[in-house]
Nanobody, 126 residues
Framework: QVRLVESGGGLVQAGDSLRLSCAAS????????MGWARQAPGKERELVAA????????YYADSVKGRFTLSRDNTKNMVYLVMNSLKPEDTAVYYC???????????????????WGQGTQVTVSA
């Protein structure tokens, strides 16, 4: 398991941008996929973006494609989610996730992620 700590959430207006950061502990960070999921009140948690262990492949949910960009820095054990053109429907708690049990495999299904951070709130006002 790894420890994941998110930061960067907040209250913004529609059309604004935010950058979420995730700091990961452990020596295996560079061997597994990382992702960001979100959960709005009354809704299921959904995976919005994922990136493979070397950063060569990314996945985005249709709802965020073209607006969100996920990247990772394996030298710093960090993952970044840049969110542009934010909409009120992006309001949710955002969670950083790691697919620790699937080293060197692309993970794009939320059930493949087995380590989770505590989450950071993102609120987008109209």
């Amino acid at each position: 398991q790894v420890r994941l700590v998110e930061s960067g959430g907040g209250l913004v207006q529609a059309g604004d941008s935010l950058r979420l950061s995730c700091a990961a502990s452990g020596r295996t960070f560079s061997t597994h996929s990382m992702g960001w999921a979100r959960q709005a009140p009354g809704k299921e948690r959904e995976l919005v973006a994922a990136i493979n262990w070397i950063g060569s492949s990314t996945y985005y949910a249709d709802s965020v494609k073209g607006r969100f960009t996920l990247s990772r820095d394996n030298t710093k054990n960090m993952v970044y989610l840049v969110m542009n053109s934010l909409k009120p429907e992006d309001t949710a708690v955002y969670y950083c996730a790691a697919a620790v049990s699937r080293p060197f495999k692309d993970s794009i299904n939320i059930y493949e992620f087995d380590s989770w951070g505590q989450g950071t709130q993102v609120t987008v006002s109209a």
